[in-house]
């Protein structure tokens, strides 16, 4: 038996998957931070000796010091002299960030667009907030005060990182902001007056609707079809009345998951030339950059807002995030933004640039990624046959109804099986009546296997059809 094989036998734990010969340490240290995010490498288990690993992966000792180390720094291992290097422990007063669920006893929540609960997430945090209280210059920068635009160096590692997502943002384009539905009230609260109108998808963001609502807006409905707005209804809304603003979501729609070919894009944004509209882009329902189409700001940069926030990749309790707008129009959002809260939190930036710069952040969205593709998966197999449209970034699936289902029905008879969902009514603009469809959400669930608990209620439910109503007398 070879030193390789023997070694391979010995240690405790090896990386599952290829590890390439003379793989680099940061290939190891991600490999570790996948395993323990999986559940595969527990709190408290012990990692294989520094040598032992290195003959199992032929790869030198040195690479694996700094794997592990790297993992440290990550704050995902602990070294301790005469115990080695294990997986650190949950400690009772590490931030838990699952309170949002709405969940309790045996009910599972499939309400919420919210990232996929993971001690990862709570592990990095610790890490980075560690980190940053050791570095005296982020402390000092985090304390002044910033610039309505929002921290200048922050802006910066905003912007590199969003180009290496094939977001190609200045950062003299970018204002921070407190969240993406910050960025959506300031544009609105800052260019639209009260009275005038927007547009958007009639089944849109509520957020977008409670805005609009709370400005003094007109908002109105634009029909969609499995692309989202459809051009020809936009072009005869804007025949007969003057629209400002165009809100969409091209990407991901929430709530329909509908998403935007090429050609309407670009379709969209002749119409929006033809009659002067703003376009509002909202992006915080994040898409990897494979299956992301052409941003509006890329085609039509002299009208286009761009939102994005770290709500579904990091978490929404962090409230960052940025807009990005056309350089003519900067000035009068400075000046919004700056009577609303002066600027962006400093020490809020610090900690999600960090989070951001350092890596951190992408190897949590690797991981989630995979995780939301094992979640479709099983979204498509426990709903084979019905209607329904998911994303695969998506956080949630539209699911239409078989007659005779009514959505109202289906979510209260849902939640006396345990499941509880939203309905359809708080996403739809104006009058619109509200479809017989639901917004299933699979993300909040811990784990799959509680997801497909939740997931098989509402396929047996479907299957039996609602229970009779009482005759009314
Ligand atoms: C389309 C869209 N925009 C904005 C938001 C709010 O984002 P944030 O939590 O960053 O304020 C959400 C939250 O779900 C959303 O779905």
Redesign the pocket.
């Known amino acids: 038996m070879s030193i390789k094989e023997k070694a391979q036998q010995r240690a405790s734990w090896l990386p599952s998957g290829q590890t390439p010969a003379g793989a680099r340490y940061k290939t190891l240290a991600d490999q570790i931070a996948a395993a323990i995010a999986s559940g595969e490498l527990k709190p408290g288990d012990r990692l294989p000796p520094q040598r032992l690993l290195a003959d199992a992966l032929e790869v030198t000792v040195g690479t694996i010091t700094r794997a592990y180390k790297e993992a440290e720094r990550r704050g995902l291992l602990e070294a301790k002299v005469g115990s080695g290097t294990r997986v650190r422990g949950k400690h009772s007063d590490e931030p838990n960030f699952h309170h949002l669920s709405k969940a309790t006893g045996d009910s599972i929540d499939l309400s919420l ?1 919210i990232p996929i609960p993971c001690a990862l997430r709570e592990r990095q945090l610790s890490a980075i907030m560690a980190r940053l209280s050791e570095q005296p210059s982020a402390l000092h920068n985090a304390l002044e005060y910033q610039s309505e635009k929002g921290n200048p160096e922050q802006r910066k590692q905003l912007a590199a990182w969003l180009s290496g997502q094939n977001l190609h943002i200045d950062a003299d384009e970018l204002l921070l902001s407190i ?4 960025a ?1 009230f300031l544009v609105l609260q800052s260019l639209i007056r009260p009275g005038e109108a927007v547009a958007s998808d009639a089944l849109t ?1 509520p ?1 977008m609707i409670a805005c609009a609502r709370q400005l003094g807006l007109k908002h109105l409905p634009v029909s969609m079809d499995r692309e989202g707005m459809r051009p020809d209804a936009l072009e005869r809304l804007c025949e007969r009345q003057r629209v400002r603003l165009l809100y969409l ?1 091209p990407e991901h729609n ?1 709530p329909t998951a509908a998403h935007m070919s090429e050609q309407r894009r670009r379709e969209i944004v002749r119409i929006a030339r033809k009659y002067d509209l703003l376009i509002l882009e ?1 992006g ?2 994040f898409v990897s950059a494979e299956l992301r189409g052409t941003p509006f700001f890329e085609l039509a940069p002299e009208r286009a807002f761009y939102i994005f ?1 770290v ?1 579904k990749i990091l978490s ?1 309790g962090l409230r960052f ?1 940025c807009l990005r707008a056309p350089s003519a129009l900067i000035p009068q959002l400075a000046a919004g933004l700056r009577a609303q809260f002066w600027s962006s939190p400093g020490i809020v930036g610090a900690v999600a640039c960090e989070w951001l710069a350092s890596g951190d952040a992408d190897i949590l969205i690797n991981w989630q990624n995979q995780e939301l593709a094992a979640r479709h998966a099983l979204l498509e197999q426990v709903f084979r046959g019905y209607d329904f449209h998911a994303h695969p970034c998506g956080f949630h699936a539209w699911l239409h109804l078989p007659e005779p289902w009514r959505a109202s029905d289906f979510v209260e008879q849902a939640r006396h099986r345990g499941v509880t969902l939203v309905s359809p009514e708080p996403f739809c603009v104006g009058t619109q009546p509200a479809p017989q469809a639901v917004r299933i959400c699979i993300t909040p669930p811990t784990s799959i296997e509680s997801l497909e608990t939740g997931l098989n209620r509402l396929r047996d439910l479907l299957a039996e059809g609602p229970s009779p109503t009482a005759p009314l007398v």
């Open positions: 667009s969240g993406g539905q910050h959506d963001y957020g979501m929430n909202d915080v329902q926030s709500s929404g995030g």
